[in-house]
């Protein structure tokens, strides 16, 4: 084709970009890598291939990591790790700084290579995944310098083992080893088994710049090697990207191990497009995002949902954009579909296809062809897709766009929450007070309004719900790589004493058992059973319910009930905490005499309980309007909010040992960052909390924002860490009581925290009147926000 037949046709030619040096570098090792460990590449050990998906072609050969490999890896960045966050700040960030030029040095390599290995078409990998690789390491150089100024008395994890995904193979390296390194960890990272290449060439940009043996560790392999990371008794942390499948095996082999851990999970986002969005944009907009590295991306914009006045017009307009797409060779940079990583991948994609058009999904394809060789799928949209078909449901991870229509905004806002997933949302209107209404609605960790897929390295991204848990990028990415001093410096619980029983029938004078509490009212349990309390000597105390699993589920549908507790004004909240503490020192005496009658502590110290429980709420009334977002300036025209939202429904599993203290440090932060919350009590000591209700009914606390259900505590915490309708837990008691709760969350991917059967200091100011819980009731939303010109 001539210059003259394509000014006639306004047809692309072909752009194909250079491959020599790729396959020089390749060559350079004979086709064939090791690991790369403690500094050096390690002689290759049993191998498979990793090929080109586009064509088929083998690109090398890469090792299979065994669990000598791994304990190698991990022995190497143990030794080298106390000496890396010793380091100064700013010898820390030349190493990443050093890094990140030597990436833009060889960027065209990177782009080239990751192109061949992956798929992607070669202007996404050149234009944007290394560009934004360089960047992460650029803006964590930063931190390293500002760690314990703006992250004061934190220490590194230690050794991080990261597990990262095929789909962005360079990018989401940068993710994960940024931060780590920045923090003061040391890694040991597996890369995916089908795009290892850049990985392994990264390795060789830390040997040039001399960062110190050890403190990246590269071993590469199937799921059998990142299994035996995650198994590890020497890995501090475990951060994975990858599918919510793998992410919960991971959580449940986690489970009572200690390790830190973050999981950055599958998605299947809503596209939002009201009728007086401007069509052609939204168009623009769609193709970017679920089309962009042909649908395999997480947040993929994957559900479209349309405003039924604009469907007809908005697809036709999609139909005729979709017909000049381009689906071929990933190295032509004319081209604008590549290949999906593996013929597995494609087979995935296909049965997914087949099962929703036999559940109705009507398929619409463009004309054209696409390469008979190589792993290609054609750009495809759903129509006639109900909200239950398997494609609307479950995340396909592909080139497949699922299209349904809404009536109204809250019917928007319902379709889109109608999803186990929460990573992203994308919504268009060119009414802003309709965007900023719907972004708070959605249950999503990152909301883009009027655009797509935007990424930067001072952004956190993470999700909600089954997306997982953490957030990578931003404050919230370095926090999540770091852990507070004094929790290295706690003590086992020690062994509870055994408790003293009372006669059957054993009564002091009226009968006075106390109820269950439940939607703002006094419930009996549903069992008819009660439950002694006695103090030290045996001496019956007093009586509560004994609450079971119908319990459990009217608590929790009644805090389900009262979330619009978290659309109340933080000042509102603030009051209402403070009435509450003003309401507990009006009747200080009568809560001291209790907590000394229960558990036989001094006058004084059950005085000191009750003073410091009234500041405790003080204090947090005094954060609500106070622990709050940021607005981070990406290198775009944007600006991206962090709201901080609450979790949603927590269950509370309260310490045996101050029983009106430690209930009151898990439940005040909980409840004034807008979560609702069912909370167990002392099982020991219960009648603080039963006292307490009455406190919440003198306050204006609305019905079901605290629920209290007393009982034997860890049969009844199973039923609430099972619980879908719970979103968080915290638990504390014993190491494995904290494991088995763990585990119990494996199921909707809840998150947790326990005290992993360490003594808690709950008079400690500094450790339960700050931040620290604040965060784990809170989950960061960025909003994406156009702004500039």
Same mark, same amino acid.
């Given at each position: ?18 491959? /020599? ?15 790369? %460990? ?61 890094i990140a030029r030597q990436v833009q040095k060889h960027s065209r390599l990177f782009a080239v290579l990751e192109t061949l290995d992956n798929g992607k078409p070669i202007r996404e990998s050149r234009d944007l995944d290394i560009p934004l690789v360089s ?8 931190? +390293? ?20 995904? *095929? ?74 990207t990858g599918s919510t499948g793998v992410g919960k095996a991971i959580r449940k082999a986690t489970a009572g191990s200690g390790k830190g851990l973050s999981l950055e999970l599958g998605g299947k986002s809503p596209f939002i497009v009201f009728e007086d969005a401007d069509l052609d944009s939204a168009v623009e907009g769609v193709v970017d995002a679920i089309w962009f590295n042909q649908g395999q991306v997480c947040c993929a914009g994957s559900r479209l949902l349309v405003q039924e ?5 908005? %697809? ?26 593996? =013929? ?6 296909? $049965? ?39 494609? /609307? ?9 699922? !299209? ?35 972004? =708070? ?6 909301? *883009? ?26 404050? #919230?990415?370095?926090? +999540?790589?770091?852990?507070?001093? *004094? ?7 020690? &062994?509870? =004493? ?9 009564? $002091? ?29 045996? &001496? ?17 549908? !009644?805090?389900?009930? !009262?979330?619009?507790?978290?659309? &109340?004004? /933080? ?51 005094? *954060? ?17 909010? /962090?709201?901080?939202?609450? %979790?949603?429904? %927590? ?33 020991? +000591? ?40 719970? $979103? +968080? ?41 700050? #931040? ?18």
């Amino acid at each position: 084709m001539n210059v003259k037949e394509i000014f006639e046709t306004m047809e692309y030619g072909p752009a194909p970009e250079g491959s /020599a040096e790729a396959h020089e570098w390749l060559d350079g090792y004979g086709r064939k890598f090791g690991h790369f %460990i403690n500094g050096e590449f390690t002689k290759p050990g049993k191998t498979f291939a990793s090929t080109n998906p586009a064509n088929g072609e083998e690109l090398a050969q890469i090792s299979q990591a065994k669990k000598g490999d791994i304990d190698l890896a991990v022995s190497a960045a143990r030794k080298a790790q106390s000496d890396w966050e010793s380091l100064s700040g700013y010898e820390r960030a030349k190493y990443l700084y050093a890094i990140a030029r030597q990436v833009q040095k060889h960027s065209r390599l990177f782009a080239v290579l990751e192109t061949l290995d992956n798929g992607k078409p070669i202007r996404e990998s050149r234009d944007l995944d290394i560009p934004l690789v360089s960047r992460h390491f650029y803006h964590h150089a930063g931190w +390293a310098q500002q760690r314990d100024r703006l992250l004061p008395n934190q220490s590194a994890y230690g050794v991080c083992g990261q597990i990262i995904p *095929w789909n962005f193979p360079l990018l989401m390296l940068s993710w994960k080893i940024a931060p780590a390194l920045a923090a003061g960890n040391t890694v040991v990272l597996k890369p995916a088994e089908f795009t290892s290449l850049t990985a392994l060439l990264f390795a060789e940009i830390c040997q040039e710049i001399g960062l110190p043996k050890g403190v990246v560790n590269i071993v590469t392999g199937d799921g059998d090697a990142g299994e035996a990371i995650v198994n590890h008794a020497g890995i501090d942390k475990i951060a994975f990207t990858g599918s919510t499948g793998v992410g919960k095996a991971i959580r449940k082999a986690t489970a009572g191990s200690g390790k830190g851990l973050s999981l950055e999970l599958g998605g299947k986002s809503p596209f939002i497009v009201f009728e007086d969005a401007d069509l052609d944009s939204a168009v623009e907009g769609v193709v970017d995002a679920i089309w962009f590295n042909q649908g395999q991306v997480c947040c993929a914009g994957s559900r479209l949902l349309v405003q039924e006045a604009v469907e007809e017009r908005f %697809i036709k307009k999609l139909k005729a954009r979709m017909a000049t797409l381009r689906v071929g060779d990933p190295l032509d940079k004319a081209i604008d579909i590549g290949a999906l990583v593996a =013929p597995v991948q494609v087979e995935r994609v296909q $049965d997914l296809m087949k099962k929703g058009e036999e559940q109705g999904a009507v398929r619409y394809q463009p004309d054209g062809t696409i390469p008979s060789n190589g792993c290609f799928v054609k750009p495809t949209l759903y129509t006639n897709v109900q909200p239950a078909n398997i494609i /609307a449901e479950e995340e396909i991870f592909g080139p497949v766009l699922v !299209a349904m229509s809404f009536r109204t905004p809250d019917e928007a806002v319902t379709l889109a929450n109608n999803s186990k997933y929460g990573l992203s949302a994308s919504i268009w209107t060119e009414n802003i007070n309709l965007a900023l209404d719907i972004a =708070p609605r959605v249950q999503a960790g990152v909301v *883009w309004i009027n655009s797509t897929n935007n990424f930067d390295a001072a952004v956190g991204f993470g999700g909600y719900k089954e997306s997982g848990f953490g957030r990578e990028g931003g404050k #919230e990415g370095m926090r +999540a790589y770091l852990r507070p001093e *004094w929790e290295l410096k706690l003590k086992s619980l020690g &062994k509870a =004493p055994a408790q003293a029983k009372p006669k059957l029938f054993a009564t $002091d004078g009226i009968d006075r058992t106390a109820k269950l509490y439940v939607g703002g009212k006094q419930a009996r349990p549903d069992g008819g059973y009660a439950r002694s309390v006695v103090n030290a000597d045996g &001496k019956l105390v007093g009586e509560v319910g004994e609450g079971n699993r119908k319990d459990i589920r009217n608590a929790v549908e !009644a805090a389900r009930g !009262a979330l619009g507790w978290g659309s &109340k004004t /933080a000042h509102l909240r603030a009051q209402i905490l403070y009435y509450m503490g003003e309401n507990l020192d009006y009747r200080r005496n009568e809560f001291a005499d209790r907590l000394r009658e229960m558990t036989g502590a001094s006058a004084g110290a059950a005085k000191k309980e009750v003073e410091l429980s009234i500041e405790r709420l003080f204090a947090f009334a005094g *954060w609500a309007d106070k622990y709050d977002g940021a607005v981070h300036n990406p290198p775009v025209r944007q600006m991206a909010v /962090a709201m901080v939202e609450p %979790i949603g429904v %927590i269950g509370i599993a309260a310490p045996n040992d101050n029983p009106l203290l430690g209930a009151i440090s898990l439940l005040a932060p909980s409840m004034v960052m807008g979560n609702t919350s069912v909370l167990i009590p002392s099982e020991t +000591a219960p009648l603080a909390m039963t006292d307490f209700y009455q406190i919440l009914d003198t306050s204006d606390v609305p019905g079901g924002v605290v629920n209290i259900v007393t009982g034997a505590k860890d049969e009844l915490t199973k039923t609430l860490a099972e619980h879908d309708g719970v $979103d +968080a837990m915290f638990y504390c008691g014993d190491a494995e009581g904290g494991k088995k709760v763990e585990q119990y969350s494996v199921h909707n991917l809840k998150q947790t925290w326990t005290n992993k059967g360490k003594a808690m200091d709950w008079t400690d100011r500094e450790i339960c009147e700050g #931040e620290y819980f604040l965060e784990r009731s809170t989950q960061v939303k960025n909003v994406w926000v156009p702004y500039g010109a």
